[in-house]
């Protein structure tokens, strides 16, 4: 059994002048269970702050259950990620499923060893739904990390959100720096 902590911040490039330029501030916290070599299951809660620097910010309390797999292109490891939300925000209730496809890839060596650098490749897709109403996003982001040892890392990435894919108002897309911090035991 894994157990793990997350807090990530969000800066927007769009309004990078702006009070808005905090866009979140997310907790995490979770637990996971390794059925096979190539197996994981788990679950979780989100806590997410919205424009924190404005009057009148929003929350969000997220509960998740998910799957990962592990597969390999070549001697290249990928990961994938299957995963259930429900999300209760202060101005209404969603669910979610996300599937993300993920690279870590050493910068120096064939292995990550604590102190080293990583680049980061993601790609993920998500629909939304509630009854009658639906809606997809795609999150693809590029970033570098480090293993500090310990269970410990912290990772920088820019983000690019294709929004509201089968909305009628047309769809958007907003970049993001992202950076996280993860402890896990």
């Known amino acids: 059994m894994t157990l793990g902590a997350k807090l990530s911040i969000f800066h927007s490039f769009e309004d990078a002048t702006e ?3 905090l866009e979140y501030i997310e907790q995490q916290f979770t637990g996971a269970y390794t059925l096979t070599p190539r197996w994981k299951i788990g679950g979780g809660y989100y806590y ?5 620097l404005l009057d009148g910010y929003e929350y969000e309390h997220r509960l998740l259950q998910q799957a990962g797999y592990v597969s390999y292109f070549g001697d290249r490891r990928l ?20 599937y993300r ?12 060893d ?5 680049l980061i490749v993601k790609n993920e897709m998500m629909t939304a739904f509630n009854g009658s109403e639906a809606d997809a996003e795609n999150r693809a982001s590029l970033g570098i990390g480090w293993l500090l040892g310990g269970g410990q890392k912290f990772e920088i990435n820019a983000q690019h959100r294709t929004l509201d894919i089968f909305s009628g108002d047309g769809i ?10 993860y402890i896990s035991r």
């Open 172 to 181: 958007g897309h907003l970049l993001l720096l992202n950076t996280t911090y």
């Open 101 to 112: 496809v993920g690279f870590d890839f050493p910068l120096q060596g064939e292995q990550l």
């Open 114 to 118: 604590p102190g080293e650098r990583y």
């Open 19 to 21: 009070k808005r330029a």
């Open 79 to 98: 990961s994938h990620r299957f995963r259930l939300e429900q999300r209760i925000r202060s101005s209404s209730y969603q669910n979610r499923f996300r």
């Open 48 to 52: 997410r702050w919205s424009n924190p």
